[in-house]
């Protein structure tokens, strides 16, 4: 029940742009994406309903294909401050548990 | 408002011995969910209390457990510990009771448990 999630990392150059996939192979109800700096505890981002919605938050945003069960989280023009791991969390229709996916390792370089 | 607050922050044992955490809820929030962090595997769910009641679980073995008190606090203990249990802890709380449905999951820094 774990989603998967693509990359595993990724090095960018800042200003450069990302994007990290999650996939499920269950229905979702929604996907939920957090930030984790070392020694941080996860932050919230953002939460994609089931409808395909996009939403966005500053230069990171997000879209959920409920046809394919898979989010994307797109960071445009990368700072230094987004770097991190990325996970998705997933949620299914009886809404009891959020699984996460093992993470996006991202570092952005001067 | 104060944010999810875990108890202690570092915590080592040895191989065998019981491990107790501790989590509180930000103000408010009457779920709890506990989640496990080891190296390489992203968060595990472990278990979640709502109002009381523990609603679901990962998992894990029945050495693994918990509790979730009046005032909304939480307590994990795991027994009989493991070398591989050493992970980081990781609680969330949220205001919403009866499941999860799409409100965010507010974390805590966790606990660091070490087991020699």
């Known amino acids: 029940q774990q989603p998967v999630q693509s990359p595993q990392a990724v090095i960018l150059r800042e200003g450069e742009d990302a994007v990290i996939n999650c996939s499920s192979s269950?229905?979702?109800?929604?996907v939920h994406w957090y930030r984790q700096k070392h020694g941080e505890a996860p932050v919230f981002l953002m939460i994609?309903?089931?409808?395909?919605e996009q939403k966005g938050h500053e230069k990171i945003s997000a879209s959920f294909n409920e046809k394919k069960q898979q989010s994307s989280l797109y960071l445009t023009a990368s700072q230094l401050s987004y770097s991190g791991t990325y996970f998705c969390?997933?949620?299914?229709?009886?809404?009891?548990?959020?699984?996460f996916g093992k993470g996006t390792s991202l570092l952005v370089t001067p | 408002e104060a944010g999810v607050t875990q108890s202690p922050t570092h915590l080592i044992k040895t191989r065998g011995q019981q491990a107790t955490l501790r989590c509180s809820p930000i103000?408010?929030?009457?779920?709890v969910y506990w989640y496990q962090q080891a190296l390489g595997l992203g968060l595990q769910f472990l278990l979640w209390?709502?109002?009381?009641?523990?609603?679901n679980r990962g998992n894990f073995p029945p050495r693994f457990s918990g509790r979730q008190f009046p005032n909304y606090s939480s307590e994990l203990n795991v027994n009989a510990l493991e070398l591989e249990d050493s992970a980081l802890y990781l609680c969330?709380?949220?205001?919403?009771?009866?499941?999860?449905?799409?409100?965010?999951?507010?974390f805590g820094n966790g606990t660091r448990l070490t087991v020699t």
């Open positions: 969330a709380s949220s205001p919403r009771t009866g499941g999860i449905f799409g409100s965010p999951l507010h």
């Open positions: 269950k229905a979702l109800y929604s």
């Open positions: 994609l309903l089931k409808g395909g």
């Open positions: 969390g997933t949620e299914g229709h009886s809404g009891y548990a959020l699984n």
């Open positions: 103000s408010g929030h009457t779920s």
């Open positions: 209390y709502d109002e009381g009641e523990e609603r």
